[in-house]
């Protein structure tokens, strides 16, 4: 079976699991639970052969796939936060149905892309041994591939060293697919390791001299790259410990300076208040002299007139 018949093997029996949830009614919560639960783990596995395989090999060997290839994975990445919401999640939730719902018109959407985009451009370049070299390494890497969603772990990143990888020792496409393949499928196992801190695997390439070259090649730029990402990373995460301090300090600066500056602006106002109350007691005075004065006065101008 060559690489795209594969993929879309994997589409249709994704879509036989949309359409049975569908079929479900509102309250059968247990064939809901199970249907969902194989949709995560076909999801999960689909998504890792092509970030791990299919992606880098497209985007390495076939021309102007750079943009969707970008585009599929942060598609991937939205898909994986969603399942790893409903790993967990009860069926009798009132959020579980939607949940679902708008993870099928994801899946779908990006399906029909590659279907009617992607997998012409890779048809297109590559050839039929090309291609069922390449649906053999997708098939391999199917045995190893996680069945849960890991939306955390970075998938550009690994994806774009492997990629990265296979751009720098690519020359020209023909018999080398497989060596690529197989570099790139050792590649991302080291990085499993790396994750999870065990050995790195001992694998011997198969082939001609020339593809055992070329998927040590692979396997070798591919570590280099992940080096880089991995220190990046931790640069990232020491930046971010001393600005999220930084932050702090001012936040607390800042704070401090708006309690003096309300504290001074509340004594201004009670001062401002104080003075306020003795002006209109003395105006209030002065004016019931002034009346008291005149009624006096027109009191004596009447008797006056008698």
Partial sequence: ?????????????????????????????????????????????????????????????????????????????????LLSELVDMDPA?????????????????????????????????LSR????ELGTALAEAKKSAPTKPHPRMPDAGPATAVAGAITG??????????????????????????FTGSERPKVS???????????????????AATDGVQATARTAKSGAASTAKTAKAGAKGTATSATKSARATATTAKRASTTTRHTARAATRKTAATAKRSA??????ASSSR
């Fill in 1 to 81: 079976m060559d690489a795209i018949t594969l993929l879309k093997s994997d589409h249709k029996a994704v879509e036989q699991l949309f359409k049975r949830f569908e079929k479900c009614g509102d309250r059968a919560h247990v064939q809901k639970r199970q249907i969902v639960d194989r949709m995560i783990e076909e999801l999960s596995v689909h998504a890792a052969i092509e970030e791990q395989i299919f992606y880098p090999v497209a985007r390495g060997a076939v021309p102007d796939t750079e943009d969707i290839t970008l585009e599929s994975l942060e598609e991937h990445h939205v898909v994986k936060w």
């Fill in 93 to 125: 939730h009132e959020r579980f149905d939607a949940k679902v719902t708008v993870l099928i018109e994801n899946v779908r959407h990006h399906v029909e892309e590659e279907e009617s985009e992607f997998f012409p451009m890779v048809r297109k370049q």
């Fill in 129 to 132: 041994n090309d291609l069922a």
């Fill in 169 to 194: 020792v690519v020359d020209r496409v023909g018999g080398n697919i497989s060596g690529i393949a197989q570099g790139s499928v050792t590649a991302v196992q080291d990085l499993i390791a790396r």
């Fill in 205 to 223: 390439p198969t082939g001609s001299s020339a593809t055992r070259k070329r998927a040590i090649g692979v396997r070798s730029a591919a570590s």
């Fill in 296 to 301: 006096a006065k027109t009191k004596a101008a």
